[in-house]
């Protein structure tokens, strides 16, 4: 049997390298931190979440409640250990980031079919006889192995870039100012909400788009993905923009009244202490000290303390559509599989999700089977079939959404107007194709 090499302790990479060792393969694992760290890490840790610590709606019927249902019966490592470490967030699945990245290294650990390397990897074998490779170092690899990369592939490197939101120490929040409440109530009342005033959200805005930016170096192209934007950069387009976005204040009423605020900041629970909480969607690429005095115009953060300002780092993927197989192995080169974010699928659960297709794709190559793509009616499979499909000159990242999923026969959409029952009847049949697929499967033997 074949050998694995599983490069990147990110999201992708562990959850490869547990889904690999699960099926009867030896494994090494290879992260380049602490030896070499990125941009935006702050430790050295296995599945450091580094934007934000929400794994998106567990609400049923979602698509990214679609995506995680998938990954349970899978049996996704990393997504059982978020399970066991959420914290509340309303219907949301967040989790404690510290006791998150200690349960993944313990599950690495207890797994002896993994070795773990600490070392930065420079070259990739694509012609080796006896081992796989599994590329799961995200949206920050390193430049020598993009370099790398971009040798195998013969195309240019794409980059977008990806922001950090602020964290605040929740001790310093003027609760007197703020009250818990989720949107439309839905799942408890887990996240604070800073609420605004007509007159307060204009002085606000003001101090937003006039904030002075981080200075791009030469080298740089600012590229963002739309899907994170930075916050000033959404101001800007537009003076209620925000209030349509992450300021949006419906479903938010005053409690025990019929008053909508007039904008809304929601922060939400960092961990099990609860003593800090971050502002969703509040990523930006301003400098510290233009972010700490404009983050205290927000209503109960006049005398707050951050544990973290945001920032902005470089994010790389690979153009898929042109690259990969639907078994996410390069065309050209089968042997070496790209995993997460570097295959283009934006978001924490789709990272994860790639890095369990990723390990069972290896493991059955590995035990000399030829695995099937995931079926097309899932939610994996869509996402696989969107970066593998796409149009490759406007190709960009995606998270899971119904968009990417197959509609609803023609007679039925004609049947069923209401969008709620059509989404339920998507999720039921991608359900019922995972299952099937994975009852097919070699590896379910």
């Given amino acids: 049997m074949k050998k694995i090499k599983v490069i990147g302790g990110g999201l992708a990479g562990p959850e490869a390298a547990l889904q690999a060792a699960r099926f009867g393969c030896e494994v ?8 070499r760290s990125t941009e935006a890490h702050q430790t050295s840790d296995f599945a450091e979440l580094v934007c934000s610590n929400s794994l998106k709606s567990e609400s049923e019927n979602t698509a990214p409640w679609l995506l995680k249902q998938e990954m349970r019966i899978a049996g996704s490592a990393l997504l059982k250990e978020a399970d066991a470490c959420a914290v509340p967030a309303g219907h949301a699945l967040a989790v404690d980031r510290v006791e998150f990245s200690r349960r993944v290294a313990e599950r690495i650990a207890a797994e002896p079919r993994i070795t773990v390397v600490r070392e930065e990897v420079t070259s990739l074998d694509e012609n080796s006889e006896d081992t796989l490779t599994i590329l799961a170092t995200g949206p920050l690899t390193s430049p020598a192995l993009a370099a790398e990369l971009q040798r195998l592939t013969g195309a240019d490197q794409l980059a977008f870039y990806d922001s950090i939101a602020p964290v605040v120490d929740a001790s310093t929040i003027n609760m007197d100012r703020v009250y818990f409440k989720a949107r439309w109530d839905k799942g408890s009342a887990d996240y604070i909400n800073c609420p605004f005033t007509k007159e307060e959200y204009d002085v606000f805005y003001d101090a937003l788009v006039a904030a002075h930016e981080v200075e791009a170096k030469e080298w740089e192209k600012l590229d963002y993905f739309e899907g994170c934007l930075p916050i000033e950069e959404i101001a800007r387009r537009g003076r209620d923009t925000l209030r349509f976005g992450c300021m949006k204040p419906v479903g938010l009423r005053y409690p025990g009244t019929e008053i909508t605020p007039y904008a809304v900041v929601q922060l939400r629970q960092e961990n099990l202490r609860a003593d800090s909480y971050n502002l969703v969607g509040f990523q930006n690429h301003i400098k510290f000290g233009d972010q700490q005095r404009i983050l205290r115009l927000i209503p109960g953060l006049e005398n707050a303390t951050f544990l973290r300002y945001g920032q902005i780092h470089r994010n790389t993927y690979i153009n898929s559509p042109t690259l990969l197989n639907e078994q996410l192995q390069l065309r050209q080169h089968p042997n070496i599989f790209i995993a997460g974010q570097l295959s283009g699928v934006e978001g924490y659960t789709e ?50 959404t119904f968009d990417l999923l197959l509609p609803l026969e023609e007679e039925l959409r004609k049947k069923i107007r209401d969008k709620k029952e059509r989404h339920r009847l998507q999720c039921e049949r991608g359900l019922n194709a995972w299952r099937e697929w994975l009852d097919s499967s070699p590896l379910s033997a």
Avoid: C, D, W
């Fill in 351 to 400: 990272s994860i999700a790639g890095g369990m297709l990723a390990g069972r794709f290896a493991a059955s190559v590995a035990r000399g089977e030829t695995p099937e793509p995931a079926p097309r009616l899932s939610a994996h499979g869509s996402l696989v079939h969107y970066i593998t499909h796409a149009e490759a000159k406007r190709f960009q990242p995606a998270n899971v």
């Fill in 28 to 35: 090494t694992l290879h992260e380049m931190r602490p030896n």
